[in-house]
């Protein structure tokens, strides 16, 4: 069953304002009755609610004060652990997922809290496990967001095609209400598209997206990429820039404006956007965060021109979640700093996996090159383009 648009009748400005409401009268009357703990949970929710539409980082400092608090003024529940386990994994603190699952033992055993173990499993590398979890999740009681989960998983290691049917199912489960989660498939399913070079639908993908949920800053970030992609360069560039002066400022957006600019020739402009995210990547790991370590890798690989620094980025985050994608960028870091004999180790290990990616083949056909062997060159080299014909246009990193 082909699954029907959605077409919005409020947007992205109406979300916020109504959270930002929400917020508010939860804030109050959390001061009226501070050990209302359902008002507490509540608040927490409305907060990451907030903060997963703005992306803004006052707003997931405003979420992780609440979880910490209600933490300390009360015993650990499952509500609050689940919002937790979120909150980290989004930052790739796995540590603190598992401790969220440990503190609500009832949680890990419940659905909600055994798809985060799958997800913790996928970023881990135990790649049958998450998807087992994943099956099963499934065949006790069909949710979109775990079809979502498995359709990732078969997007990595599996098949596209049915990747992209169980996105199309996903869509199929969701309410006429729930237009900010239909539009966040549709982007999953372009992002699936553009992997494999299908410009043309990614664009149509992004565009239902953008009908579905209007006004959202990542629906112009994805169109962004499939121009970069289209070669459409100074559409691409426009684009991200109306996100910038729109107040969505983010350090992978800053590095992608600078790479746009760097392929138009404007080097020098570019300069000063490549130094305002590397400020932010370093910033962001001072204070001891770990979600920048892969942007870190990438950027000094090859836009900072930093080879050494892209390993030990690379190398710490392959400590943290050791899976296929961190293999491969460690792979790529060694490549660039010309460390050709560990480079072929890691990229065989990320192959291993099983993974079918253009990037991934892309990375075994440059190391193999490096070392001279001819016939495996040529063998990555036409995997990566059976995958993605397109894979030697620009990629943003959003």
């Keep these: 069953m082909a699954a029907r648009p959605m077409i919005a009748v409020t947007g992205y400005a109406h979300d916020v304002a109504k959270a930002q409401r929400d917020i508010a009268s939860l804030e109050s009357l959390s001061l009226q009755s501070p050990r209302d703990l359902e008002k507490r949970v509540r608040l927490s929710y409305r907060q990451y609610h907030l903060a997963s539409l703005t992306n803004h980082p006052q707003h997931f400092e405003a979420v992780e004060h609440s979880i910490a608090s209600v933490l300390r003024d009360f015993a650990p529940s499952e509500d609050i652990c689940l919002l937790k386990a979120n909150v980290d994994g989004r930052f790739h603190r796995l540590s603190g997922v598992k401790d969220a699952l440990r503190m609500s033992p009832a949680l890990a055993r419940r659905p909600a809290g055994r798809a985060v173990q799958a997800d913790v499993d996928f970023q881990e590398g135990r790649y049958e496990e ?7 999740l499934i065949q006790e009681g069909m949710t979109w967001d775990n079809l979502a989960r498995l359709a990732h998983w078969n997007s990595k290691l599996g ?3 049915t990747a ?30 553009l992997s494999q070079g299908l410009t043309d639908s990614a664009r149509l993908h992004g565009q239902r997206a953008a009908m579905s949920f209007p006004g959202h800053f990542k629906n112009d970030e994805f169109l962004a990429k ?3 992609a289209e070669g459409h360069l100074e559409q691409a560039l426009a684009l991200l820039l109306g996100i910038e002066a729109a107040g969505h400022s983010k350090p992978e957006l800053h590095q992608a404006i600078g790479e746009l ?26 204070r ?10 990438d950027y000094c690989a090859d836009a900072g021109a930093r080879p050494a620094d892209a390993v030990a980025w690379a190398r710490k985050d392959v400590a943290l979640r050791e899976n ?3 293999q491969s960028a460690l792979a790529w870091a060694l490549y660039r700093n010309a460390d050709i004999a560990e480079g072929l180790q890691w990229i065989e290990r990320a192959l291993s996996s099983g993974a079918q990616d253009a990037a991934l083949y892309a990375t075994a056909a440059a190391l193999h090159r490096a070392a001279g062997d001819v016939a495996n060159e040529a063998h990555f080299q036409r995997a990566a383009k059976q995958i993605n014909p397109l894979g030697g ?3 943003l990193h959003l």
Excluded: M, N
């Design 288 to 297: 001891g965060e770990v979600h920048y370590f892969h942007h870190l890798a």
């Design 261 to 286: 600019l760097i392929c138009l020739g404007r080097k020098q402009d570019a300069q000063s956007w490549l130094e305002l995210a590397l400020r932010a990547y370093l910033s962001s790991a001072e």
């Design 159 to 161: 098949d596209r095609g």
């Design 393 to 395: 246009t620009l990629h």
């Design 130 to 136: 998450a998807r087992t979890t994943l099956l099963g």
């Design 324 to 326: 296929f994608s961190t």
């Design 226 to 228: 499939v121009s970069a």
């Design 164 to 193: 992209d049917r169980q996105l199309q199912e996903a869509e199929d489960e969701l309410t006429a209400k729930e237009l900010r989660s239909f539009a966040w498939l549709e982007l999953q399913r372009g992002e699936l598209a």
